[in-house]
């Protein structure tokens, strides 16, 4: 058995007991790497001389005994920057652009033992439910390699599935971490809004990113995320609030939870497989005596639109730095700045982008202002509400974390709109700002995973993972995707 295929707690506490070292650890990770990679194309870069040598220095020099993650590798969505690397957002509009600073998150990972060791990838600037929007290629699907891993984040996901990856780190703006985990049987989280440093992700909207981790098991999660957590003054968006040990919280007497099923949102639609599996997690918490009662979300309906108009406000102000001028892509021919900024624009932004920087432009156009964002944010206030509402009778929610099974490659990139329903039961998350993971909850009998989702209040991360570490006991998942 490979080192890789341990968790990253299980390394851990391999590694702090001397049974291996973070070297021996970097050398198997490099060899699965290599095995791997080729086939699902999970990796924008890997830095594997960067791994072995640190691996190395650490391992002689002892260094890694008394830190969080040991010595070991963790690896990073490809819009989270790292000093004197690549960030390239799956983009070519950011060819050549090499970060002159570290993300937040980055300088917790590594205060805490962690080595960075490659970068994921992604949807472009994480517009995408599939990880096809790449101008680096499709990620495939670890389970079945003619299917997609999911997105934004499908390479993060794709690698800690494969087993190339011990951990990784997402950013989540309407499902992106969740989705992705779940099409690939791992643990997905998005922490409450603010309660990761935004500073060092490459903004997608503002009002909706987060930072969360990618991981083996719920155990995992709490370690990362007890890591990545915490006030930033760099970041305006960052919370001020008590940091709890979230690897402490899993070990703490678990009082019985009250599980929300809000069936009015899950009306909007589900593979008959999700919908038969999501049934078989009720009745299996109903059978340990866990309370399972209705929970109502009357506006989540209304979730996509809304979400779409509001990020797609935000992705076009955001988007706007990207002008040829400072870094990046440059057109090579151009006779005025105007035609410098339109070309440079049209050759390095891919459809996708461009679809929503289009759509973001016109909502916030003079005259529609108020007839579509204004409306959008009013009925982001009543999402919030109907949130607020059910957690006065449940302490989580849970929902499938998406509608179906991993679809095929090429299956949906056609039609837009049937890509952006991939996100129905993530999205509503993103707009109350709310912590929520995914956790593996069955295969179908194509061997296609498919995740359950629980949702919890602002801030409580704590009963999120309480509830997700019992849920994944139930469930009895064990990964097995076959590359």
């Not at 990838?121 to 929007?133: A, H, I, K, R």
């Not at 997905?188 to 440093?197: E, L, N």
């Not at 060092?200 to 995992?220: C, E, K, N, W, Y």
């Not at 440079?344 to 759509?359: N, P």
Request: one cysteine or more.
């Amino acid at each position: 058995m490979g080192l890789n295929q341990f968790g990253l707690s299980e390394l851990v506490a391999m590694v702090k007991k001397g049974e291996v070292s973070p070297l021996d650890v970097a050398n198997d990770l490099f060899s699965a790497v290599d095995a791997v990679e080729p086939k699902i194309r999970a990796y924008i870069e890997f830095y594997a001389e960067d791994l072995l040598d640190e691996a190395k220095r650490l391992t002689n020099s002892g260094e890694y005994k008394s830190t969080r993650f040991a010595g070991l590798p963790i690896v990073l969505k490809d819009n989270i920057t790292v000093k004197g690397k690549r960030t390239t957002c799956g983009s070519r509009i950011l060819a050549g652009y090499v970060s002159p600073y570290d993300a937040t998150v980055v300088g917790h990972l590594k205060r805490d033992g962690a080595i960075i060791a490659g970068k994921t990838n992604l949807d472009e600037f994480g517009m995408g439910s599939s990880t096809e929007n790449s101008a680096f290629g499709a990620t495939r699907n670890p389970w079945n390699l003619d299917c997609v891993p999911g997105g934004s984040s499908g390479g993060s996901a794709a690698a800690v599935a494969a087993q190339t990856a011990l951990a990784a780190l997402g950013s989540d703006t309407g499902g992106s971490i969740r989705q992705p985990a779940g099409f690939c049987g791992v643990v997905g989280m998005k922490p409450t809004y603010g309660r990761v440093s935004r500073y060092g992700l490459v903004a997608f909207a503002s009002s909706l990113d987060q930072i969360g981790p990618i991981t083996r098991s719920v155990r995992d999660c709490a370690l990362v995320l007890s890591s990545i957590c915490g006030r930033d003054p760099r970041d305006a968006t960052s919370l001020q609030s008590p940091l709890p040990e979230f690897e402490g919280a899993l070990e703490k007497r678990r009082e019985k939870l009250t599980i929300g099923v809000p069936w009015d949102l899950l009306d909007l639609g589900m593979d008959p497989l999700v919908e038969a599996n999501f049934k078989t997690v009720i009745d299996a918490l109903e059978r340990c005596n866990v309370s399972v009662v209705d929970a109502t979300l009357p506006n989540s309906k209304h979730a996509i639109a809304c979400y779409y108009t509001i990020a797609n406000a935000e992705a076009s102000s955001n988007l706007a730095r990207y002008d040829g001028v400072r870094y990046g892509h440059r057109t090579g021919t151009y006779d005025d700045l105007f035609t410098m900024y339109t070309r440079t624009r049209d050759e390095g932004f891919g459809e996708e982008v461009k679809r929503r920087i289009l759509l973001g432009t016109y909502v916030l156009s003079a005259g529609y202002y108020d007839a579509y964002y204004a409306k959008a944010q009013r009925v982001r206030s009543l999402v919030i509400a109907d949130f607020n509402a059910s957690f006065d009778r449940c302490d989580l929610i849970m929902v499938p974390t998406s509608p179906s099974p991993a679809f095929r490659l090429g299956e949906k990139t056609d039609d837009p709109l049937l890509m952006y329903l991939s996100d129905v039961f993530t999205i509503p998350v993103n707009l109350a700002g709310l912590p929520a993971i995914s956790i593996p909850s069955g295969v179908t009998d194509q061997r296609l995973p498919m995740g359950v989702q629980l949702i919890g209040r602002p801030l409580d991360e704590e009963t999120v993972l309480r509830g997700a570490a019992d849920l994944e006991k139930m469930i009895g998942f064990h990964g097995g995707a076959v590359v």
